[in-house]
């Protein structure tokens, strides 16, 4: 009771900082002191908001970005999880993935864009290509370090209770990758994002990156500023989902 | 012989720890093991259940693997269970529904005194309990052959008297075999039939055995005022004390020499 006031305390104060940092703000664009040209005032970013729901537009994109984005992580978890698995367990496949998946890491991968739009086209495919390199290289690494970290002592317990191979990947390999994966799954969801605004940035007829680009071609701060502040709400949400299903699948850890 | 063990060699990489171990539990028998930590006492239980394979020698059973308990020197449970399917876990692995496994398994928590932490998970037990629970699982399946790796080490006094006295009552209950490690010469000499010791590592093996011929069942403070505990208890004392002394690198560590830097 006492934590979940302090909580809300804590809320409250959060928001009357942010209150007053845009307040601020907007009193020095009034006052004239900054080029309303580069930097715009929070009305004027809230109106450009309103105006992109206004026309009704912006669903397209979203549902682009979203789609993307998604597509991306969902297959990017899937395809990690899976080669870490098999790379954990069999030597050879670890030979060959290891070092392809460490150069991969160490380079900033959306730089792979412009390929995968010549291999691919402007269309969804190549931003679900980035959102999907992006994660999967995060959740292979999470996975492979995972099962070969996982704890010896509960291997030989659940060995001497009589467990085989499947006991042991039921009860001790996936509850303890689970545990690592949800541990990044928060960054997963930020690189998704990432790769699907930045994909259509390169080259795309729509979604959010798209708007990016076009705001940015014209010069267009408020425009700008009001897509980024729309990434970082959905973003936002998606973390709170994430969130929520990391303190589900954790109870254990966390009651 | 239920469990024989001889010429036992165990190694890890090309350092032999346990060498030419020789050591048979017949049925119905109490037997502890003792010596220095490090000689390789967890190492002897791995090989029995067959964690670990013996680079020579061998380890024969009278029973199936599958009636051997080991309770290990840690109290490691799956972290993501509860303490009541921890317990069921074993009995789900040998084909035990979903239900009847948690059943029994609630009726072994009741009896290591747990019966209202079974929704609890591991790390809101505290040690002790964790322990218990882990009892809970081993006897759970009922061994015939139950192997203890410091099973209350670090227990405080009392919880350890009364512990040991249930695991006493279980022992007899279910008519185990049991071999014991422990770093506590009373109390292996007053739950024992006999006392074996193992000598300092590397290449540990048997350096005495003592017959503890008190009648069992035992009252675990009675036993304390039989003459032939106090003289055993001794007598292991001294050897024990033997074995620790033995090793030559037993040195004062040299103080600094070199100047400290301001
Ligand atoms: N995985 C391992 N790799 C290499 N050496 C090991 C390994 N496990 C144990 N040892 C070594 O083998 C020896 C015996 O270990 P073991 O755990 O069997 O000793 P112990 O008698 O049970 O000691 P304690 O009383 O402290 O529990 C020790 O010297 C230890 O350093
Ligand atoms: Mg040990």
């Given at each position: 009771m006492k934590q979940k006031q302090a909580m809300f305390w804590l809320q409250v104060r959060r928001a009357t900082a942010l209150a007053v940092v845009l307040l601020l703000w907007e009193g020095i664009s009034a006052l004239g002191w900054v080029d309303p040209f580069y930097a715009p005032p929070p009305s004027a970013i809230g109106g450009a908001i309103a105006e992109l729901f206004a026309d009704g537009e912006i669903y397209g994109h979203l549902e682009a970005t979203f789609g993307a984005a998604l597509l991306g992580l969902f297959l990017g978890l899937i395809g990690g999880a899976l080669l870490g698995f098999i790379a954990a367990l069999l030597r050879p496949v670890a030979e060959l993935l290891e070092p392809v998946m460490a150069m991969l890491n160490a380079?900033?991968?959306?730089?792979l864009a412009p390929l995968f739009i010549i291999w691919?086209?402007?269309?969804i495919a190549s931003k679900v290509a980035l959102s999907f390199i992006l994660v999967v290289v995060l959740t292979f690494f999470a996975v492979y370090n995972g099962i070969r970290d996982v704890d010896t002592r509960l291997v030989e317990r659940v060995k001497t209770l009589g467990g085989g191979s499947w006991t042991l990947l039921r009860e001790v390999y996936v509850p303890s990758v689970v545990a690592w994966v949800m541990g990044s799954l928060k960054v997963a969801v930020g690189f998704a994002f990432t790769g699907a605004v930045v994909g259509e940035f390169v080259a795309?007829?729509?979604g959010l990156g798209y708007l990016l680009a076009f705001a940015q071609s014209t010069y267009n701060a408020a425009l700008t500023f009001a897509l980024i502040v729309l990434v970082l709400v959905f973003v936002m949400i998606l973390f709170g989902l994430a969130g929520a299903l990391e303190r589900y699948l954790l109870r254990w850890k966390y009651r | 012989m239920m469990l024989d063990i001889r010429n036992l060699q165990m190694s890890y990489g090309d350092e032999?720890?346990?060498?030419?171990v020789d050591l048979g539990v017949a049925a119905g028998e109490f037997v502890s093991l003792i010596g220095p930590s490090g000689c390789g006492k967890s190492t002897l239980l791995r090989a029995v259940v067959g964690l670990q394979k013996p680079s020579a020698g061998d380890v024969r059973l009278d029973?199936?693997?599958?009636?051997i308990g080991l309770l290990f020197q840690d109290d490691a449970?799956?972290?993501?269970?509860t303490a009541r399917d921890n317990v069921a876990l074993g009995l789900r692995i040998r084909g035990a529904t979903k239900a009847e496994a948690r059943r029994t398994a609630m009726r072994w928590l009741e009896s290591v005194?747990?019966?209202?932490?079974?929704?609890?998970?591991?790390?809101?037990?505290s040690g002790g309990q964790r322990k218990r629970v882990a009892i809970a699982q081993v006897l759970a399946l009922r061994p015939k052959l139950l192997l203890m790796d410091?099973?209350?080490?670090?227990?405080d006094a009392i919880v350890r008297h009364y512990l040991t006295e249930d695991l006493l009552g279980w022992v007899d209950e279910e008519d185990l075999t049991v071999l014991m490690v422990t770093h506590d010469l009373e109390e292996a000499v007053a739950v024992s039939d006999r006392v074996v010791l193992l000598g300092n590592g590397p290449r540990a093996h048997v350096k005495g055995r003592w017959e503890?011929?008190?009648?069992?069942?035992?009252?675990l403070l009675r036993v304390k005022e039989e003459h032939q505990f106090a003289v055993t208890t001794r007598a292991l004392w001294n050897a024990l004390s033997e074995e620790v002394r033995t090793?030559?690198?037993r040195k004062r560590p040299e103080p600094e020499t070199e100047e400290a830097t301001p």
């Open positions: 380079i900033p991968r959306v730089i691919l086209g402007i269309g795309s007829s729509r | 032999p720890v346990l060498e030419n029973l199936k693997r599958r009636e449970l799956l972290p993501w269970r005194g747990l019966g209202q932490f079974g929704d609890r998970y591991p790390r809101e037990l410091e099973p209350f080490a670090s227990l503890i011929d008190l009648p069992r069942p035992r009252d090793p030559t690198t």
